[in-house]
C-alpha cells in the first residue's frame, strides 16, 4: 500500500470555479503534512503547510482530518495561473528525514 | 535566507558515459539532502537521502550512487549511464525537525542518446 495516494486527475475547471483535491495517507501516526505545487517541466515548491485545525492563505485553503486520514486542499475563483500538478506530502511517523510524496493531482483552469 | 544551487540545468550524455551533478546548499548547517528522479508524466523517486556528511542511505538499487563530501555539498554520480537513466532529476534540502518541509533545486534535466 502506498503511503500517499491521490487523485492523478486531470481536473478541468473553468475560471473563478472551486476546486478541491484530496489525499489519503496510510500511517495514522504522520506528524506534518504539505501541498506543494508543480509546474510542468519546473521542480515541486511548497504552496503551503497543513495544520491540524486547518488554515488558509488567500484563495487556498487546507485541511486536515486526522481520523479518516486524508488531507485537502480547496482553491477558490480558480485562476489560469493555477493550473499546475499538486502534490500531497506526508513526513513519516517516527525520527527520520523521510517525506512521502503522492504522485499529484493535475489541474488545468480553462479561459 | 537559506538557499539551493543545482547544475547544470540540462545535460546530454551518450550511453556508458560517466555523470556527476552537483548540489550545494547556502544559509543552513548540517541540512538534510536528497536526490530524487522524476520521469516523464510520473511522480518523485527517491534515490538518495543524507543526515551528515558521509552517511548515505540509499532507497533504490541501481547504477548510480550519491557522496557528501561536505556539509552542504551533495553529488550524484554514475561510472556508465544507461538509457534508463534519463530523467529529471532533484535535489532538495530539508532542515532539522519532523515539521519543515523541503526545499527543491531548480533540477536538472538528463537526455542519454
Known amino acids: 500500500r502506498k503511503e500517499v495516494e491521490q487523485d492523478p486527475g486531470p481536473f478541468n475547471v473553468p475560471e473563478g470555479a472551486t476546486v478541491a483535491f484530496n489525499c489519503t495517507y496510510s500511517?495514522?501516526?504522520?506528524?506534518?503534512f504539505f501541498w506543494y505545487r508543480q509546474d510542468c517541466r519546473k521542480e515541486p515548491k511548497l504552496l503551503m503547510s497543513v495544520y491540524s485545525s486547518g488554515n488558509e492563505d488567500g484563495r487556498f485553503t487546507a485541511q486536515l482530518n486526522r481520523a479518516s486520514q486524508y488531507i485537502s486542499l480547496l482553491i477558490r475563483d480558480s485562476k489560469l495561473s493555477d493550473s499546475a500538478t499538486y502534490l500531497c506530502v506526508v513526513t513519516s511517523a517516527v525520527q527520520t528525514p523521510l517525506l512521502f510524496f503522492g504522485t499529484g493531482t493535475r489541474l488545468t483552469v480553462i479561459p | 535566507s537559506q538557499t539551493i544551487h543545482q547544475w547544470p540545468a540540462t545535460l546530454v550524455q551518450p550511453v556508458g558515459s560517466p555523470l556527476s551533478l552537483e548540489c550545494t546548499v547556502e544559509?543552513?548547517?548540517?541540512?538534510?539532502l536528497y536526490w530524487y528522479r522524476q520521469a516523464a508524466g510520473r511522480g518523485l523517486q527517491l534515490l538518495f537521502y543524507?543526515?551528515?556528511?558521509?552517511?548515505i542511505s540509499s532507497e533504490v538499487p541501481q547504477n548510480l550512487s550519491a557522496s557528501r563530501p561536505q556539509d552542504r555539498q551533495f553529488i550524484l554520480s554514475s561510472k556508465k549511464l544507461l538509457l534508463s537513466d534519463s530523467g529529471f532529476y532533484l535535489c532538495a534540502w530539508r532542515g532539522a525537525g519532523s515539521n519543515q518541509p523541503q526545499h527543491f533545486g531548480d533540477g536538472t534535466r538528463l537526455s542519454i542518446l
Open positions: 500511517n495514522s501516526a504522520s506528524q506534518s
Open positions: 543524507s543526515v551528515g556528511i558521509g552517511q
Open positions: 544559509g543552513t548547517s548540517n541540512p538534510n
